[in-house]
């Protein structure tokens, strides 16, 4: 069968100059030859892919349809690409691109192929694909004929202890990943706290250079880590979105305000233009802030000259409904990315080619983590090649309107006046790391706040019984008793009774903790704590949490007098 429907198929798509040297039949028998290879093609149970040369469908079979999951009005104008896993597609750009450079009589090396599917649904279907090089009045085509892998007893157990194997690596690998971040966000936090203490103290102009160095690595390491443990929860399926109000302009803005100085120390020129008549949407701001910052960041690295334009665009999804979507637009005069790399980009440790990676550095995962956030919002992420040279970046997430409602607390800049109110608050810093009690200890008492400090969750639970305090800042990880287990220990003190053990039950206790992954905060607030902060800790977003927090806590005691 295979032969045949090859055969025929290459008839099919023969070149006219071919066919003008043959003796032309007439009108009704092309017609009908036509027809019995359409019917020999659909009939036929082996699935028919006919492929351009950039990769993308052309024409499908039934068999196609079914194996792929997939009905011709989506599967026609795919990309092949698509259709292999995450950790073929590669290997499936190299087959497109060998084509484009091979003969049609030079198959050997394109007789490979990846040995399964990607389904409608996401899951993988075992196949095996035979590929032939076809050539249709110029243009290099491919056909590729599939059909399901039949899986014997042996290798169904088989796959299904590599199965297994798979998921207990990957459960592993979570785990390692949440305690490597851990490990690495202590003394990340050490180093970015000393760094902002230090940038508050008297310093000549070449020492504020140099810390102007070191607190720019310090935040690179910090991307890098948010970045790996991001694509730990992508893989385990546990990215979550936050669905909170925000203003476009107002969160976009902040993010972009920096990468407005890099450029202008790059020598590029640096443009945003706001296209919202839409402000305030419902959304996650904070992955959507780090979709712009890796676009953004992204054309930095690879624009040598020129200029970077940014445009943010909100479009109403339905006239009638609240859906909207916000288009992030990144345009710069870089070095670009080759047709046939357009979707390589966006695999995760991928880069244009090896030598981009060698020259610019990085892991390749910030373009990743853009389409996936893109696709989990609803949207999508592409790149075209700029006219003139250069690349368009444009990812697209889907919001809501947020009617009548005003930005979310976060989305505010630190007023100058809050620090003022802290004055005189009494903090227990808990924390087994000397140096993160020292960190903290200088942040806050150069802000007028009294503070006394415990190693481990046993000492926490000692002094609040001794003396009185407005909130704690308590370590997660510490040995002896860690800081869930202290928590929970402070909040069973309200229920033995009498009037002075209620506060308690009331006292602002803040989770401080260098794991970041998912259930973390859920954790803390199931055990009693008010609020949640993760290393490495930003002082403005301390001073923030601590004010919220004794706002809180003012209120809950004042209700009952007013009762």
Known sequence: ?????????????????????????????????????????????????????AGRVVLANPAAHRLTG???ATIIGAEMRDFAPAERRTEVDALFAALAGSSSADTASLQHAWQTLNQADGSLTPVQLVLAPIDWSGRKMLCIHGHVRPVTQDCAVKLQAELDQALSYGLARNRVLATVSHEIRTPLNNV??????????????????????????????????????????????????EE???????????????????????????????NTPQR??????????????NLVDNALKFTPQGQIRVEVRTVEADADADDCELWLIVEDSGIGVAPERTHAVFDAFTQASAATTRQYGGTGLGLYLCRQI???????????????????????????????????????PLDPSLTRSLEGA??????????????????????????????????????????????????VSMPVMNGIDATSAIRALAKTGG???????????????AYAMKGDRETCVAAGMDDYITKPIERDVLLTKIFAALNRSATAQAEPKSA
């Open 374 to 412: 893109c696709e989990r919002m609803g949207g999508s992420a592409s790149v075209r090649q700029r006219s003139g040279g250069g690349s368009v970046f444009t990812c697209i997430v889907r919001c809501q309107v947020a009617h009548g409602m005003s930005p979310f607390l976060e989305t505010q």
């Open 192 to 241: 970015s706290g000393m760094l902002d203490l230090l940038e508050r103290t008297p310093i000549d102009a070449e020492q504020r250079e140099l810390l102007k160095s070191a607190r720019s690595s310090s935040k690179l390491l910090r991307v890098l880590l948010n970045d790996l443990l991001d694509l730990s929860k992508i893989e385990a399926g546990k990215l979550e979105l």
């Open 1 to 53: 069968m295979f032969g045949r429907v090859a055969a025929l198929t290459q008839w099919l798509h023969r070149s006219p100059q071919a066919e003008a040297k043959r003796e032309t039949p007439c009108a009704s028998q092309r017609q009908s030859t036509r027809d019995l290879v359409s019917r020999i093609s659909n009939a036929s149970p082996q699935a028919l892919f006919i492929c351009d040369g």
């Open 426 to 475: 009494r903090v227990l810093v808990v924390d087994d790391n000397r140096v993160n009690q020292r960190l903290l200890e200088l942040w806050l008492t150069k802000e007028q706040m009294q503070v006394y400090c415990a190693a481990d969750g046993e000492a926490a639970l000692r002094t609040v019984s001794e003396r009185s305090f407005d909130v704690v800042l308590m370590d």
């Open 280 to 293: 305030m949407l419902l959304g996650d701001p904070y992955r959507i802030c780090q979709v712009i910052n």
């Open 70 to 72: 997939r009905s011709d």
């Open 499 to 513: 009037a002075g053990q209620q506060r308690f039950a009331s006292l602002p206790i803040i989770g401080v903790s």
């Open 244 to 274: 909170i109000p925000f203003d476009v302009q107002e969160q976009l803005g902040a993010a972009l305000r920096p990468f407005a100085a890099r450029a202008a120390a790059q020598g590029l020129g640096f443009s945003v233009q706001w």
